[in-house]
């Protein structure tokens, strides 16, 4: 995951709701079986509360 700037909150919003959009619709799932191991894959977006 990036790291955003302190207090950029709607952005991190952002990027969270866009990457779990990916995961929903497969997207993220055809990539990892093309791509990359899917081991280890996430099920869902999460944010470090502590980074932001």
């Known amino acids: 995951m990036p790291q955003f700037p ?3 909150t ?6 969270r709701a866009a990457l779990q959009a990916v995961i929903d619709d497969g ?3 055809k990539v990892l079986a093309k791509y ?3 081991q280890g894959a996430v099920k869902s977006a ?3 509360g502590a980074r932001n």
Not at 10 to 15: I, P, Q, R, Y
């Open 10 to 15: 709607e952005l991190v919003k952002a990027f």
């Open 36 to 38: 990359g191991p899917s």
């Open 6 to 8: 302190k207090g950029s």
């Open 46 to 48: 999460e944010v470090n």
């Open 27 to 29: 997207g993220y799932a």
